[in-house]
């Protein structure tokens, strides 16, 4: 919702008068306190949650969105439309799901969309009626109201396998988390000035109906004014449409777009070119129209086109009612005056950046709109088979069920939220990454994703305006009929627009006085509570901004990074940290929303001090008790699936025990992790090309004509584990479940703990991170008189240049929270509210306990036991271990497979590759003269070959094995050959070079 007010020759009203002070506080009087607000603000969000814009956009969609997409349709009648509870079909049962159950099975958590279904069969019009048919499966967003999940105690959330902090908002398709990231795109239905690539003054308006989106554009040519629509040939002067929509009078046009004599010279030019076009009348502009159409037509198709491309498209989100043309008259003077203004005043263009010219599409509204185009989708399909079989013979009587393919909702809208690419024809909208699979490396990150907004926009623009922030809101409103208003009246002194969703509704002389009465009703209740009412200083008018729904607001939340141990997932990799702990200080943010529950970190004491030079550029130096005693610890889950297919001849895969010998050995040494039914044993230690599924394939899975042989000779097809030959590894648990098809899914979680190592990363929450440098004993740590020692130890040099003053401050406050035994609060801005602690006191606290008040200790060196030169800043901060470690990177090798064309090592990490030397090393090499390493490198190392060339022609040969003698092709002799070692790659150029008829000769000389 859009509601605009615009005055005219920048009148002002008088002031209102004060409102009287209240005697009472009630309900709808406003909080003043910062205190008062935080203590309102737990109750808040216990009520909203932390992604509501997205659950209420989705229940807008199943409640009435989808009822209007339906009774749209006027080719198929469709009744008492719902969305069911989740369900999930096997085979030919129905059985109702929950989430945890869907991302186990590798299943889509959706429900059924059922309608009822009327038509008539026969010569006597008989009526029939189906009853609760299912024209889809539509994916639950969870925690909405078709969630069963949905308003559920904490109890009743873990008996169903959820974690009670989980926030909902995202769906489940095929098993994978999937959250539908906030579009930000250019509002719709409000007129935006700007210039063009060709640098000329435009006022468009994006127009956008649930039937028609258009985009209409007014500019300025040669001191003419334009109008540009998709559906004309050429651009039609402004006055020709004026004309064309039956302001006949020149002057009546001049008043509507504003009494200032520039305005009447701006508009001079214009009215000139009618005149010279020889249109006086509305008759005569539409004839002029009708030859600009770009597909006119023949005959009586061409008469009358230009008419309803003005009514339909021209601004059409401005309505026709009864072939009154008179509001899309006023809305396009004031597309005229805009432009006019920005061309007199440079300081009136808008800035496509600002938020108030923004807007947020929801889950509701992207999927309404796939929702819309699937459907009417499957009513064309469904008519084309029904007019396909109607001149054909029944004998049963007619079913409408069997022509409605409920498979085209169900898999498209799998499809596109699985791969997150939104292609809707109707609106020519093809958009990518509207999907991203769910993080779950912590509890905040994902908060982040779920709050995320995603603007669209060219990535590859040089342009810094989308990416900069922008310090701007958006707010609403204001209302008069506006057919009773004059030319004279639009741009009366003192006068308002009231704008309702881009359309100007009337004229408002009180704007001050209208924002307060709004905005005591909407304290009152009478209006949505985030209906936001702003006078517009800029454009002298009120505007009001909803989020599409009735009467929500895109919440925006500023998270950090925590972690989310769900032990009873099956995720593909998950992080656990084994030790997590709770920081010391924390923030009112951090208690709202859950991150003082759900530990990422651990408090380590840090000391500011150089040490040795393994400390440079953010380099850490860690403690090796620290990490005896279990700091940075995790485990990393990863997740192995095998499918236990089924062919189409009848014949499946099997699982068998592992093969024996007499002596009941294994027969192959790699089976020593399978158990007896031949799935690896949950607690054994799995080595690197050990066999955790023994799975057997037939050897023929082609469909045969007649019956079904009896036997059917397997083939060892085992699903092998790839891991790092120096790593332990333990099967954690192995899962059994069934998908859709009916088909065994074997799931094996390996679990392996990780120990920090030099070249594992960290960070503080202040997002200063760096890698561990060296590992050091405790023995040659440095060490405080009470016999405190670092866990780790950081360089101050990383300080002056990020400015982190927070980290400082954090470490005081963790400090004196540990010596009083009681947490501090670090909240941004929080002093003055009493949400945050003050350096004072805390330093007040620091010399009660006998520190220091600036945090600075008296340490000795570990290594010669003297006193250090200079006092220690030293305190616990809370560090957060990130997944970037070296475990999951470190790659080496000395020799491995090849690539087979060119017999080159192969590349990349995970098929044991090699490292490639570029063109900037090779160079890099060259510079120094390192000739004989490049000879190495690129030849030794790499592809060598052997080949035999002929010294007569200078061409390949080849080695006869028979004859055991070299031969040229060319010179049909082998008297006169070489040998030598090339790249096996120059090789193969040289031999498509000769495809090519490209022939390359080498000439040799005598070594």
């Not at 955790?692 to 083939?715: F, I």
């Not at 190592?757 to 050091?776: P, Y």
């Not at 060119?902 to 090393?921: F, I």
């Amino acid at each position: 919702m859009a509601i605009a007010a615009a005055a005219d020759d920048g009148a002002k009203e008088a002031p209102p008068p004060p409102p009287p002070s209240p005697t009472y506080r009630s309900l709808a009087a406003p909080v003043a306190n910062p205190v008062d607000k935080f203590a309102l603000l737990p109750a808040f969000l216990k009520v909203r949650g932390l992604v509501k814009e997205h659950i209420d956009s989705f229940n807008y969609f199943i409640t009435k969105g989808i009822r209007i997409v339906v009774q749209a349709n006027n080719r198929i009648e469709y009744k008492n439309v719902k969305v069911g509870q989740p369900s999930v079909k096997f085979e030919y049962n129905v059985e109702k799901i929950t989430p945890q159950f869907c991302r186990l099975t590798d299943c889509t958590y959706s429900a059924p969309v059922m309608v009822d279904i009327e038509y008539t069969v026969g010569k006597h019009y008989e009526l029939k009626m189906k009853q609760d048919f299912i024209i889809g499966y539509l994916p639950i967003m969870l925690k909405s109201h078709a969630c069963v999940l949905s308003r559920k105690d904490e109890a009743e959330l873990a008996r169903y396998g959820e974690c009670p902090l989980d926030p909902g908002g995202y769906f489940i398709v095929k098993g994978t988390e999937k959250v539908i990231l906030m579009q930000e795109q250019l509002s719709k239905n409000r007129i935006i000035i700007d210039t063009d690539s060709k640098g000329r003054i435009i006022a468009s308006v994006t127009s956008s109906t649930h039937e028609v989106k258009s985009k209409t554009v007014i500019f300025m040519d040669k001191e003419k004014i334009y109008l540009q629509l998709n559906q004309f040939t050429k651009p039609i002067p402004i006055i020709v449409v004026m004309k064309a929509m039956g302001i006949e009078s020149d002057q009546e046009v001049v008043q509507m777009v504003g009494r200032d004599p520039r305005y009447g010279d701006l508009l001079y030019p214009s009215i000139q070119e009618c005149a010279f076009e020889r249109i006086y009348t509305q008759e005569q502009a539409l004839q002029y129209m009708d030859d600009k159409v770009m597909y006119p037509g023949t005959g009586t198709q061409k008469e009358g086109r230009s008419k309803s491309i003005l009514r339909d498209v021209f601004v059409a989100h401005v309505l026709v009612n009864s072939g009154n043309f008179r509001p899309k008259c006023i809305y396009t003077t004031v597309m005229i005056r805009r432009m006019m203004d920005a061309i007199l005043n440079a300081d009136t263009f808008d800035d496509k950046d600002y938020v108030g010219n923004k807007r947020l599409e929801l889950s509701g509204q992207l999927i309404s709109l796939l929702f819309e185009d699937l459907f009417k989708t499957m009513n064309s399909n469904a008519v084309e088979r029904l007019n396909h079989s109607s001149g054909k013979l029944h004998s049963s009587p007619l079913d409408l069920s069997q022509y409605i393919n409920e498979e085209i909702i169900t898999h498209g809208l799998e499809r596109a939220i699985s791969t997150g690419n939104w292609d809707i024809k109707r609106f020519r909208m093809h958009r990518k990454g509207v999907s991203q699979v769910l993080s779950r490396l912590s509890y905040m990150a994902s908060l982040g994703y779920m709050t995320r907004i995603t603007p669209h926009f060219e990535k590859n623009r040089k342009t810094s305006g989308p990416r900069a922030l922008q310090p701007s809101q958006c707010y609403s409103l204001g209302v008069e009929d506006l057919s009773l208003l004059s030319g004279e009246e639009i741009h009366a002194p003192g006068s308002f627009f009231v704008m309702f969703n881009g359309l100007i509704l009337g004229k408002h002389r009180r704007p001050q006085r209208f924002a307060n009465t709004m905005r005591k009703l909407r304290r009152s209740g009478n209006i949505g509570e985030f209906v936001s009412i702003f006078v517009n200083e800029k454009q002298d008018g009120i505007r009001s901004f909803d989020d599409f729904l009735r009467d929500g607001l895109i919440e925006y939340l500023d998270v950090n990074e925590e972690n989310n141990a769900l032990l009873s997932r099956a995720d593909s990799l998950l992080y656990l940290l084994v030790y997590a702990q709770r920081p010391l200080l924390t923030t009112k943010t951090i208690e709202l929303v859950g991150y003082d529950k759900l530990g990422a970190g651990q408090n380590a004491t840090v000391a500011i001090m150089s040490y040795s030079g393994y400390d440079i550029e953010d380099a850490i130096v860690m403690n090796k008790s620290s990490l005896d005693r279990g700091f940075g610890r995790c485990i990393a889950m990863k997740k192995y699936t095998v499918t236990k297919e089924k062919y189409e001849n009848g014949w499946s895969d099997r699982i068998v025990m592992p093969q024996r010998d007499k002596n009941g050995s294994l027969l192959k040494h790699n089976m020593q992790a399978l158990d007896e039914d031949g799935f690896a044993a949950p607690g054994v230690i799995i080595r690197n090309h050990d066999i955790y599924v023994n799975k057997q394939t037939p050897k023929n899975t082609t469909k045969q004509c007649g019956a079904r042989p009896t036997d059917m000779d397997y083939k060892d097809s085992p699903a092998v584990y790839k891991g790092d030959d120096g790593e332990t590894t333990v099967v954690d648990r192995v899962m059994l479940c069934s998908d859709t098809n009916d088909k065994l899914i074997i799931k094996c979680i390996i679990r392996h703990t990780r120990r920090p190592e030099v070249g594992d990363k960290f960070s503080s929450r202040h997002g200063q991170k760096g890698v561990c440098g060296t590992i050091v004993q405790q023995e040659d740590f440095p060490f405080s008189e009470s016999g405190i020692c670092p866990d780790l130890i950081m360089n101050p040099h990383g300080f002056p240049s990020r400015m982190t003053i927070g980290k400082m401050i954090e470490l005081l406050g963790g400090k004196a929270g540990v010596s009083c035994g009681q947490f501090h609060y670090g909240s941004a801005f929080g002093e003055p509210s009493g949400n945050a602690d003050k350096v004072e006191d805390i330093s007040y606290t620091l010399v009660k306990h006998g520190f220091s008040y600036n945090g600075k200790d008296f340490l000795y060196s570990g290594i010669l036991g003297h006193p250090c030169q200079a006092y220690i800043f030293m305190g616990p901060i809370y560090y957060q271990k990130l997944k970037h470690m070296v475990l999951d990177k470190m790659h080496a090798r000395a020799s491995g497979p090849r690539v087979l064309l060119t017999r080159q090592p192969t590349e990349g990490r995970s098929r044991d590759g090699g490292l490639r030397l570029g063109e900037m090393e090779r160079d890099c090499l060259i510079a120094y003269g390192a000739s004989m390493l490049i000879f190495e490198r690129l030849l030794i190392s790499s592809d060598p070959y052997q080949v035999q060339v002929c010294r007569n022609c200078g061409l390949l040969g080849y080695y006869n094995h028979r004859l055991k003698a070299s031969y040229c092709s060319m010179c049909k002799n082998g008297e006169n050959m070489a040998k030598m070692k090339m790249p096996y790659a120059c090789k193969l150029l040289f031999q498509e070079l000769q495809a090519m008829n490209i022939v390359p000769r080498l000439k040799l000389t005598e070594g």
